[in-house]
């Protein structure tokens, strides 16, 4: 069943419909949300209300083979309206593999990026961890496509040269006293105003300068973090809450409240 065959049998209060749109989608709501708060609690939250929202205002999409566009918009939305000043204090990734050095590295990117503003977090997430470009990138941030463009010229050009400066300060661990020296007073955390200082110390010095040559770009790592699984203590109660209501609303009558649902 492809996305518009999706949403014509939602629509129409197939309940076997709307178990696939949650399976389908849940996961990225969820992991988007995730990304962008950094706060587990807040990142339920958002899944319910987008899945919520999604159900009451399906009939008004007009374009259904870019359902997983829409969904990325809503997210983000429910995601602003519960945003702090600062992200949340989840700021470790889930990790598959071994504790490596491309592990350690991809690590320190993530936490990087959660000191950045909101805004940005959103546009490295949308477009690194979910693939969208162009027109679809532009709707999903809720600007239009000139803007867009300019916040991915400034992605691509501004963060990554200040999460390669963050880097090389972060890995080679103090290992080089003049930039040691250069950081004295500084708290740790990523801004690009003071990674852009890094960078500028890195120009100048032969050490630095390797060591970053020998960097991955630190938006390939970035693209590299896997999906925040949903906790099945959100996934189920969230599953069964939009099958009901679907279900209810068609007149259908199911033999249990977790029809269909798969741990």
Same mark, same amino acid.
């Given at each position: *069943?492809?996305?518009?065959?999706?949403?014509?049998?939602?629509?129409?209060?197939e309940?076997?419909?709307?178990?696939?749109?949650?399976?389908?989608?849940?996961?990225?709501?969820?992991?988007?949300?995730?990304?962008?708060?950094?706060?587990?609690?807040?990142a339920?939250?958002?899944?319910?209300?987008?899945?919520?929202?999604?159900?009451?205002?399906?009939?008004?999409?007009?374009?259904?083979?870019?359902?997983?566009?829409?969904?990325?918009?809503?997210?983000?939305?429910?995601?602003?309206?519960?945003?702090?000043?600062t992200?949340?204090?989840?700021?470790?990734?889930?990790?598959?593999?071994?504790?490596?050095?491309?592990?350690?590295?991809?690590?320190?990117?993530?936490?990087?990026?959660?000191?950045?503003p909101?805004?940005?977090?959103?546009l490295?997430?949308?477009?690194?961890?979910?693939g969208?470009?162009?027109?679809?990138?532009?709707?999903?941030?809720?600007?239009?496509?000139?803007?867009?463009?300019? *916040?991915?010229?400034?992605?691509?050009?501004q963060?990554e040269?200040?999460?390669v400066?963050?880097?090389?300060?972060?890995?080679?661990?103090?290992r080089?006293?003049?930039?040691?020296?250069?950081?004295?007073?500084?708290?740790?955390?990523?801004?690009t105003?003071?990674?852009?200082?890094?960078?500028?110390h890195?120009?100048?010095?032969?050490?630095?300068?390797?060591?970053?040559?020998?960097?991955?770009?630190?938006?390939?790592?970035?693209?590299?973090?896997?999906?925040?699984?949903?906790?099945?203590?959100?996934?189920?109660?969230?599953?069964?809450?939009?099958?009901?209501?679907?279900?209810?609303?068609?007149?259908?009558?199911?033999?249990?409240?977790?029809?269909?649902?798969?741990?």
């Amino acid at each position: *069943m492809n996305d518009v065959e999706l949403v014509q049998a939602t629509l129409q209060g197939e309940v076997h419909a709307v178990t696939v749109l949650f399976d389908r989608f849940a996961g990225q709501v969820h992991d988007l949300a995730y990304a962008v708060l950094r706060n587990r609690l807040l990142a339920a939250e958002v899944l319910e209300a987008t899945l919520e929202e999604a159900l009451e205002r399906l009939p008004g999409l007009q374009e259904d083979h870019r359902l997983a566009v829409w969904l990325l918009a809503v997210t983000r939305r429910n995601a602003v309206q519960r945003a702090g000043p600062t992200s949340g204090p989840d700021r470790r990734p889930t990790l598959d593999g071994p504790d490596d050095e491309r592990n350690r590295l991809i690590t320190l990117v993530w936490e990087a990026v959660a000191d950045l503003p909101m805004r940005d977090r959103t546009l490295l997430d949308l477009a690194l961890r979910h693939g969208l470009a162009g027109q679809d990138l532009a709707d999903a941030l809720g600007v239009g496509p000139a803007q867009a463009h300019q *916040m991915e010229l400034g992605m691509r050009n501004q963060i990554e040269a200040g999460l390669v400066g963050y880097l090389v300060d972060r890995a080679t661990e103090g290992r080089c006293p003049a930039l040691t020296q250069a950081l004295k007073g500084w708290d740790g955390r990523f801004t690009t105003e003071g990674s852009m200082l890094i960078s500028d110390h890195v120009e100048l010095c032969p050490d630095c300068n390797q060591f970053r040559s020998e960097v991955p770009s630190p938006l390939t790592l970035y693209a590299e973090v896997p999906a925040s699984p949903v906790p099945s203590s959100v996934r189920r109660p969230n599953r069964t809450r939009i099958v009901l209501r679907v279900a209810e609303g068609a007149g259908a009558e199911l033999a249990s409240p977790d029809f269909g649902w798969a741990p």
